[in-house]
Nanobody
Framework: QVQLVESGGGSVQAGGSLRLSCAVS????????MAWFRQPPGKEREGVAL????????VYADSVKGRFTISQDNAGNTVYLQMNSLQPEDTAMYYC?????????????????????WGQGTQVTVSS
């Protein structure tokens, strides 16, 4: 069982920054693939970034490369998404997700249906 709680969303102007946090509670110390997804109003949920907790390897969507950074704390209890140079098209509900797989498997887990556990989401709104 895994529980995920997101925080850090808010409203910013274009060009601004936000850092999202995902607090992870789990009953196993095995490796996980942790991901951030987002869902704009009326659109499908899309992957933003993912990280393998075992080796820290990460993958980014093309739309956020160079602007967003996914990371984790040393204890593996929190996953972060640092978002810089935010644009109005980044406006969405952002979700944290987890799948208990080893890091080498994470690169293939880019779609929302690959994840078993989800947080409640945190809203990010970017105004022009």
């Amino acid at each position: 069982q895994v529980q995920l709680v997101e925080s850090g969303g808010g409203s910013v102007q274009a060009g601004g920054s936000l850092r999202l946090s995902c607090a992870v509670s789990r009953y196993s110390n095995s490796d996980y693939c942790m991901a951030w997804f987002r869902q704009p109003p009326g659109k499908e949920r899309e992957g933003v970034a993912l990280i393998g907790t075992g080796d820290g390897s990460s993958v980014y969507a093309d739309s956020v490369k160079g602007r967003f950074t996914i990371s984790q704390d040393n204890a593996g209890n929190t996953v972060y998404l640092q978002m810089n140079s935010l644009q109005p098209e980044d406006t969405a509900m952002y979700y944290c997700a987890a799948n208990p797989r080893p890091s080498w498997a994470c690169n293939a887990l880019r779609r929302h249906y690959s994840y078993n556990y989800w947080g409640q989401g945190t809203q990010v709104t970017v105004s022009s």
